[in-house]
């Protein structure tokens, strides 16, 4: 297991950051690939399908939004905990984590499963069996939602001490199980019968499943947070305190992005179940950036966590300079694939052309910001690593509002259905250019304040 961490506070910092970056990265293309391969599918279904599936995957996001929660606090106060050398506390906030992510799923869960009528009834979409179809992947997807908030704390755990290789590798074997069953129970083979969009949620889960199996038997090895591990030890007060202290602003940042998109689908379901299926399948085309910044951010959070309890300031500084620059790579490359390639990206999903030409619209409007969205999450990753989440979650949460009068006024000013995509563009650049700022007169208080008085 030790060849599998990088060295935080001592290697040379590009090569560090980038070793844990790009199993991260690698990671977020798999999930990516998750739900490309499920909308490769369902595609195959058509639109109606696309819609149902879709609408109630905002459920699924909303979902994330609370299991940030104890993955931010845990990731974050493990980190610090890690880079201070207090391997007992980082233990004790591991534990804490995950009871937290365990106890909200479940709840979660119910709420998913009991309330799928007026859950998906709050969309407004029109036909019954696409309706019918919405509930029935919600009732899934998201009551079992349980083994999605176990993975994604357990990967954040072991991020934070400096082991990427792990999520990425167990996140690989569960696509590959995806894929094979996707069709499987989809559309049925032998004597398994033709399940459509429930097969797919299906076949989700039990992916999702089994890298949870993988996961436990991985963290058994690692001994700085899971040695003599018990899932219903007590937690010391205080660690559960200070997980919610950090986690809580970013739930909330994400529960409200994620509540703000659903209104934005409501408002997209207005011009018709066809503009439903082109918003879904351009944000999955668009996921090839956005995950891979779930990466950037992941990475910097904990390089940063481990620097900051270490009080390595010039570390900190030299790192976000460092995933910056990576960022903007990534950033421009994938804005030049969206722009150029817009119509066979979104065409190996839905053939029929009015989707088509509405998915080009799509892509190369939100092409535009690929980079300035890449900045605010890493520059997000960087503000957490250092335990501060409030301004960061400020700033995200008033500009994501502001995307709701931004796209009725753009919609009636003429622009129509993509006057919604430039709301999400426009917005996206001021908050990567704020955030951006923002942090480095974070950073530039800190190294002052750091520095030995005269």
Known sequence: MGKRKVDLLNEEILPALTKLAVPIMATSLVQMLYNLTD?????????????????????????????????????????????????????????????????????????????????????????????EDARAYLRIACGLILFSYINAILTGLLTAAGDSRTPFQVNVAGLVLNVILDPVLIFGIGPVPALGVRGAALATILAQAMVSFLFIGAVRQEKQLFSGFSLFEPVPGRCLKEIVRIGFPASVQNLIY???????????????????????????????????????????????????????????????????????????????????????????????????????????????????????????????????????????????????????????????????????TLSSIAKGCVLFVSFLICLRFLTKKSQPAP
């Open 39 to 131: 909308m490769a599918w369902i595609g195959r279904l058509g639109p109606g399908a696309v819609t149902a599936v879709g609408s109630a995957s905002m459920y699924c996001w909303l979902s994330r939004g609370i299991a940030i929660l104890p993955k931010t606090g845990g990731q974050v106060m493990a980190a610090q905990s890690l880079g201070a050398g207090e391997e007992r506390e980082a233990s004790h906030y591991a534990r804490g984590a995950i009871q937290t992510g365990v106890l909200l799923a479940v709840l979660f869960g119910a709420v998913s499963f009991f309330g799928a009528r007026p859950l998906i009834g709050f969309f407004g979409l029109h036909d019954p069996g696409i309706i």
């Open 258 to 424: 994620a509540g703000i998109s659903m209104i934005l689908t409501r408002l997209v379901a207005g011009w018709g179940d066809m503009a439903v299926a082109v918003q879904r399948v351009g944000s999955q085309v668009e996921s090839i950036s956005w995950m891979v910044g779930d990466g950037f951010a992941a990475a910097i959070n904990s390089f940063t966590g481990q620097n900051f309890g270490a009080r390595q300031m010039k570390r900190v500084k030299q790192g976000f300079h460092s995933a910056m620059f990576m960022t903007a790579v990534w950033g421009l490359f994938t804005t030049a694939l969206l722009i150029f390639l817009a119509r066979p990206l979104f065409s190996i999903f839905i053939q029929e052309e009015t989707a088509v030409a509405g998915g080009v619209e799509y892509l190369h409007i939100l092409g535009l910001s690929q980079l300035f969205m890449l900045t605010e999450q890493t520059a997000i990753g960087a503000f957490s690593g250092l335990g501060k989440t409030a301004w960061p979650s400020c700033v995200n949460i008033t500009l994501t509002s502001l995307r709701i009068p931004l796209a009725v006024s753009l919609s009636a000013a003429g622009l129509g259905l993509n006057g919604i995509w430039w709301a999400l």
